[in-house]
C-alpha cells in the first residue's frame, strides 16, 4: 500500500501566475485535508474533503484558493494570481473513516517570485 | 478555541542522551486527541502517536514513550539514548474528538527542533 503522493513536490512561479497541485491519498481513505506550513511554523488547516465533498474550509483560504475532489480519489489545489505571501510548503493528508490519524504526503513547496 | 504550545524551540543533544520536548495544549472540548508528529530533513510528516483525553496511561514505544497528564494539559514526549537519526522537528498536534468521527482538524504547535550530534 502505497503512501499519500503529491506532485510536484516543487513549484516556483512568478507572481500573479497560477498554480495547481495534486494529491493522491491512499486509497480507500475517505477523508481528505489540506494544510499549509510556513517556514519555522507547524501545519495549518486549509480544507478537508470527505469523499467528493468540501466539507470544511479554513478563514486562511482566500478566494483566490480552490479544491476540488472530483470523484472522491485525487484532490486539487488551485491558486490563482500568487502572491509572495502565498509560499509555503502545502501538505496533503488523508485518513479512513472513523477515528483515525492522519497520514501525510510529502508536501509541495511553493516559492513565488 | 484550541491551542498547542511547544515552547522549546530547538534542543541539542549528544547521542545517547535522553531528551524530552514539551508539548501544552488549551482546549475546550472534554474529548479532544493528542498527537505526535515527526518531521525529518525530508519534509514529510510522519504519525508517532495518537493519544484519546480519557487514557492517561503512560505509553513506551521502543526508546519513545509518552507522558499525558491532564491536570496540567501536557503531552511530554521523550526519547531515550538518542541516536543522530532522531534529528528531526517533531509537532505535537490537537483535534477535537467527534463521537461519530467525521472531521477532525489538528491544530500543531509551532515544533521543536532536534538536532542530536555524534
Known amino acids: 500500500d502505497t503512501g499519500v503522493s503529491q506532485d510536484p513536490r516543487h513549484k516556483i512561479t512568478k507572481r500573479g501566475q497560477n498554480v495547481t497541485f495534486r494529491c493522491d491519498p491512499i486509497?480507500?481513505?475517505?477523508?481528505l485535508y489540506w494544510y499549509r506550513q510556513t517556514l519555522g511554523q507547524g501545519p495549518e488547516f486549509l480544507t478537508y474533503f470527505q469523499n467528493e465533498a468540501q466539507l470544511e474550509k479554513s478563514r486562511l483560504l482566500s478566494d483566490r484558493f480552490s479544491a476540488e475532489r472530483p470523484k472522491g480519489s485525487f484532490s486539487t489545489l488551485e491558486i490563482q494570481r500568487t502572491e509572495q505571501g502565498d509560499s509555503a510548503m502545502y501538505l496533503c493528508?488523508?485518513?479512513?473513516?472513523?477515528?483515525?490519524?492522519?497520514?501525510f504526503g510529502p508536501g509541495t513547496r511553493l516559492t513565488v517570485t | 478555541a484550541q491551542k498547542v504550545t511547544q515552547a522549546q524551540t530547538e534542543i541539542s543533544v549528544v547521542e545517547k542522551e535522553d531528551v524530552t520536548l514539551d508539548c501544552v495544549y488549551e482546549?475546550?472540548?472534554?474529548?479532544?486527541?493528542l498527537f505526535w508528529y515527526k518531521q525529518p530533513p525530508s519534509g514529510e510528516l510522519v504519525f508517532l502517536i495518537r493519544?484519546?483525553?480519557?487514557?492517561?496511561q503512560n505509553e513506551i514505544s521502543g526508546r519513545y514513550s509518552w507522558n499525558f497528564q491532564k491536570s496540567t494539559s501536557s503531552f511530554n514526549f521523550t526519547i531515550t539514548a538518542s541516536q543522530v537519526v532522531d534529528s528531526a522537528v517533531y509537532f505535537c498536534?490537537?483535534?477535537?474528538?467527534?463521537?461519530?468521527?467525521?472531521?477532525?482538524?489538528?491544530?500543531f504547535g509551532t515544533g521543536t527542533r532536534l538536532l542530536v550530534s555524534p
Open positions: 482546549t475546550r472540548d472534554t474529548t479532544y486527541y
Open positions: 498536534a490537537l483535534s477535537e474528538a467527534r463521537p461519530s468521527g467525521g472531521f477532525q482538524k489538528l491544530v
Open positions: 493519544r484519546n483525553s480519557f487514557d492517561e
Open positions: 493528508a488523508s485518513s479512513p473513516a472513523g477515528d483515525h490519524e492522519q497520514y
Open positions: 486509497s480507500e481513505h475517505n477523508r
